[in-house]
C-alpha cells in the first residue's frame, strides 16, 4: 500500500507541475515511444524522440526524463505527430548524481505527455545515456567526442561511420537487441550488394531497428539473431578485403544479408566423442553429411557453427530439433490425411507422430552439447531411443542411409521419412522414443486417453 501511495503522490505531483487537472481525460490515444536517438548524450545536446499520436503544436507536448526518483519537465523545440525534437535542459543535468570529478553519467527513463495522456515509461533499450559532456558521444554542442576517434566501442565501425548513419559511437548495440552495430551494418550491405552504400531503413538489417533479430533477411531458414550467435561462436571473423567485393561473400563469417558468407570453407569433421565411453562414433560420411542442398557450395544452413555434426538449420528455431517443429511437420500438407499425435492414431503398427509425454531439450546451433553430458549433440540421442540425432534429424531433409524412403502404410514414396532398422523400412521421429523403435527403453508402455 505504501508504494501504491507513493506512486499515485508522484503522478499528481507531475499532473500539477503540467498544469493539469488529476481527473481530466481525452478522447486522444495514449503516446507510444518506438525510438530515442542519439542513445548517448550530454547536456544541452539535441535529443529526437520518434513514436506516434505525438501532437504536431510542440507546446502540447512534454517529455519528462526520471532519475534517481526525480524528474525534469521538457517541452521540444520542434514536433510532428511522429517526431519530437527538443535539447537536454539543465533541470536534466541536475538530475545527475554527484560523485567524485563531477556529475555522474546516468541512465534516464522517458515518458511524453500530450493532452494528459501519458505514454508508458520507456524500457532500458530506449531510455539514453545522460553523460558529462567530457564523455559524451554523439551530437554534443561546441565539443567533441571521446568516442568519433576510431573505434571506441569495437563493433566493427569507426566513430566516424556510426555518426554518419545514426548509431552511436560508445556503443556497440545502439539499438539494444542483441547484434552488434557493426554486424548489422555489414549484414545490410551483403543483402544490398556490397558495393551500394549502406541501406540505412527497413527492410535490411538496421542498427537502428530493435526489431529484426527475429528476421531471416537472406533466406536460409536462420534468423539474424541466430546467424549473429553464430558468427560469435565461430570466433568473430572478418576479412576486410570482402567488404567491397561483388561475390557472394561476406566479410563476417556469417551474414544475415547472404546465404553464402564462407560458401568456400569446407565445413571440418566433427572430434567424436563416443569412444571416451565405449561407443561407436557415427558412421555418417563427414563433410558429405552437412550437404543439404547437393551443391558445390557451402551455405551458411549447411554448415556447422558448434561443430556437433548438425548443420545449422537442423538446430535453428524453425529446424527438426524444436519438437513442435514436428507438430507442425506432421500437420503440414505434405501428409494427406496428416499424421495425428502418437497417443491419438497408430499407422500399421506404429505411432510416429508429434509426442508429448515428456519434455525435451531443444538443441541449439551454437552450443554443441546442450545437455552437457559431453557427447556432441549430433551422437548425441535426444529421444533417447538408440538411434543418433544424426540418424534421425538429417533424414526429414534429404536420405541420408539411402533406403529410398519407399512407399510406406498409404503413403506415396519420398513422403514419409523412414530408415531401415533390422531389415525393415520405419519411420522416424527424434523427438519420439517410439520410432523407429517401438520398443525401445524409453517408448511409454501405456497409451493415455
Given at each position: 500500500m505504501r508504494r501504491r501511495a507513493i506512486h499515485i503522490c508522484l503522478g499528481l505531483i507531475a499532473l500539477l507541475a503540467l498544469g493539469l487537472p488529476a481527473g481530466a481525460s481525452a478522447k486522444s490515444k495514449r503516446p507510444v515511444i518506438t525510438r530515442v536517438t542519439p542513445m548517448?548524450?550530454?547536456?544541452?545536446?539535441?535529443?529526437?524522440?520518434?513514436?506516434?499520436?505525438?501532437s504536431s503544436h510542440a507546446r502540447r507536448n512534454t517529455v519528462i526524463f526520471h532519475a534517481g526518483g526525480r524528474s525534469a519537465f521538457v517541452k521540444p523545440r520542434r514536433a510532428s505527430r511522429r517526431k519530437l525534437v527538443l535539447r537536454v535542459s539543465k533541470s536534466v543535468g541536475r538530475l545527475l548524481p554527484s560523485g567524485q570529478g563531477g556529475r555522474k553519467t546516468t541512465r534516464m527513463k522517458l515518458r511524453?505527455?500530450?493532452?494528459?495522456?501519458?505514454?508508458?515509461?520507456?524500457?532500458?533499450?530506449?531510455?539514453?545515456?545522460?553523460?558529462?559532456?567530457?564523455?559524451?558521444?554523439?551530437?554534443?554542442?561546441?565539443?567533441?567526442?571521446?568516442?568519433v576517434t576510431g573505434d571506441t566501442d569495437q563493433d566493427l565501425l569507426s566513430g566516424d561511420r556510426e555518426l554518419e548513419i545514426g548509431t552511436d559511437p560508445c556503443l556497440d548495440d545502439t539499438d539494444g537487441d542483441g547484434?552488434?552495430?557493426?554486424?548489422?551494418?555489414?549484414?545490410?550491405?551483403?543483402?544490398?550488394?556490397?558495393?551500394?552504400?549502406?541501406?540505412?531503413?527497413?527492410?535490411?538489417?538496421?542498427?537502428l531497428d530493435p526489431s529484426d533479430r527475429s528476421i531471416d533477411f537472406d533466406g536460409d531458414g536462420l534468423t539474424s539473431g541466430e546467424e549473429y550467435r553464430a558468427w560469435r561462436a565461430t570466433g568473430s571473423?572478418?576479412?576486410?578485403?570482402?567488404?567491397d567485393g561483388l561475390d557472394l561473400e561476406s566479410p563476417l563469417g556469417y551474414s544475415d544479408g547472404t546465404k553464402f558468407s564462407r560458401?568456400?570453407?569446407?565445413?571440418?569433421?566433427?572430434?567424436?566423442?563416443?569412444?571416451?565411453?565405449?561407443?561407436?562414433?557415427?558412421?555418417?560420411?563427414?563433410?558429405?553429411?552437412?550437404?543439404?542442398?547437393?551443391?558445390?557450395?557451402?551455405r551458411d544452413d549447411e554448415r556447422d557453427a558448434d561443430r556437433d555434426g548438425l548443420s545449422n538449420w537442423l538446430e535453428s528455431s524453425r529446424g527438426p530439433s524444436n519438437n513442435h517443429w514436428w507438430q507442425q511437420f506432421w500437420g503440414s500438407k505434405r501428409f494427406e490425411p496428416s499424421v495425428q499425435s502418437w497417443q491419438e492414431q497408430a499407422y500399421c503398427g506404429y505411432r510416429p507422430g508429434y509426442f508429448d509425454q515428456r519434455p525435451f531439450a531443444n538443441l541449439d546451433l551454437a552450443d554443441g552439447d546442450v545437455d552437457g553430458d559431453t557427447l556432441l549433440d549430433g551422437e548425441d540421442d535426444q529421444d533417447n531411443d538408440g538411434f543418433s540425432n544424426i540418424t534421425e534429424m538429417y533424414e526429414v531433409k534429404y536420405d541420408l542411409d539411402g533406403n529410398g524412403n519407399p512407399a510406406w502404410c498409404g503413403w506415396a514414396p519420398g513422403v514419409m521419412p523412414t530408415i531401415l532398422a533390422g531389415g525393415v523400412d520405419v519411420p522416424v521421429n527424434a523427438m519420439n522414443p517410439c520410432?523407429?523403435?517401438?520398443?525401445?527403453?524409453?517408448?511409454s508402455d501405456y497409451v493415455p486417453f
Open positions: 548517448r548524450l550530454a547536456v544541452g545536446s539535441k535529443l529526437t524522440v520518434r513514436g506516434r499520436n505525438f511524453v505527455v500530450v493532452r494528459r495522456r501519458f505514454s508508458r515509461w520507456t524500457r532500458k533499450r530506449l531510455s539514453p545515456v545522460i553523460v558529462s559532456g567530457a564523455d559524451a558521444g554523439g551530437d554534443v554542442p561546441g565539443g567533441t567526442s571521446s568516442c547484434t552488434t552495430d557493426g554486424w548489422e551494418y555489414y549484414a545490410a550491405r551483403d543483402l544490398n550488394i556490397k558495393a551500394v552504400p549502406y541501406p540505412g531503413k527497413r527492410p535490411f538489417p538496421n542498427a571473423s572478418f576479412i576486410p578485403s570482402k567488404v560458401a568456400t570453407e569446407t565445413p571440418s569433421v566433427p572430434a567424436w566423442r563416443s569412444s571416451s565411453y565405449g561407443l561407436p562414433a557415427p558412421s555418417q560420411p563427414f563433410p558429405a553429411t552437412f550437404n543439404l542442398h547437393g551443391d558445390g557450395s557451402w520410432v523407429p523403435n517401438r520398443t525401445s527403453r524409453t517408448c
